[in-house]
């Protein structure tokens, strides 16, 4: 079983659509958790970190079940500009930050 | 105040030789991290130094080595390159081991033939 998993997509959406992606890992003693965005052959960038309460950045809400090992995001009124991969990511030690992502799900963003 | 480079931004390798990939760390940042990403993957952690010492380490074999130097630019070494390491590889520099603004260069693609 794959440390962090996630639905590889492609999700394909029309502009406005409101589209969510989840994540799954096994590693119960995680300690932070993030989404980041990758555009085709760049960088990861961090779009979020993903906190026990939920947060929200604008069109971007993120949530977090540790009981079930579970994180969502969720995008609002999507944009042309937001397609890309989606990177689910898991910081399982408390200290140094050694991430692990999962695979990413792709989003296209139609207009 | 100038970001993670990564050097080279290409490279075309034959099977069985060795290549050394450099990072130059943001400014103000003492940690380095690499990962490596294959085609249709997530990055995957290879190892991490702070203060010039590896401070943990992914499931990679020995032939992935590393050094960082006291200016914290670091160096990634692969030896008996073999297919397989065709990937992108990215380096990721951060203030402390708790990865304070935590930053991806844009890394290196490494092809194998």
């Known amino acids: 079983r794959k440390e962090v998993e996630q639905d590889p997509g492609p999700f394909n959406v029309p502009e406005g659509a409101t589209v969510a992606f989840n994540c799954t890992y096994s590693?119960?003693?995680?300690?932070?958790f993030f989404w980041y965005r990758q555009d085709c052959r760049k960088e990861p960038k961090l779009l979020m970190s993903?906190?026990?309460s939920g947060n929200e950045d604008g069109r971007f809400t993120a949530q977090l079940n540790r009981a079930s090992q579970y994180i969502s995001l969720l995008i609002r009124d999507s944009k042309l500009s937001d397609s890309a991969t989606y990177l689910c990511?898991?910081?399982?030690?408390?200290?140094?930050?050694?991430?692990?992502f999962g695979s990413g799900t792709q989003l296209t963003v139609l207009p | 105040e100038t970001g993670v480079t990564q050097s080279p931004t290409h490279l075309i390798k034959t099977r069985g030789q060795q290549v050394t990939l450099r990072c130059s760390s943001q400014s103000g940042h003492n940690t380095v991290s690499w990962y490596q990403q294959a085609l249709g993957q997530g990055p995957q952690f290879i190892f991490q130094?702070?203060?010039?010492?590896?401070?943990g380490r992914g499931n990679f074999p020995p032939r992935f080595s590393g050094l960082q130097f006291p200016n914290y630019s670091s160096e990634l070494n692969v030896n008996a390159l073999e297919l397989d390491d065709s990937a992108l590889y990215l380096c990721?520099?951060?203030?402390?081991?708790?990865?304070?603004?935590?930053?991806f260069g844009s890394g290196t693609r490494l092809t194998v033939v």
């Open positions: 590693n119960s003693a995680s300690q932070s």
């Open positions: 990721a520099s951060s203030l402390g081991d708790r990865g304070y603004g935590y930053t």
């Open positions: 130094y702070y203060r010039e010492e590896e401070n």
């Open positions: 993903v906190y026990s």
């Open positions: 990511v898991v910081n399982p030690s408390g200290s140094a930050r050694q991430l692990t």
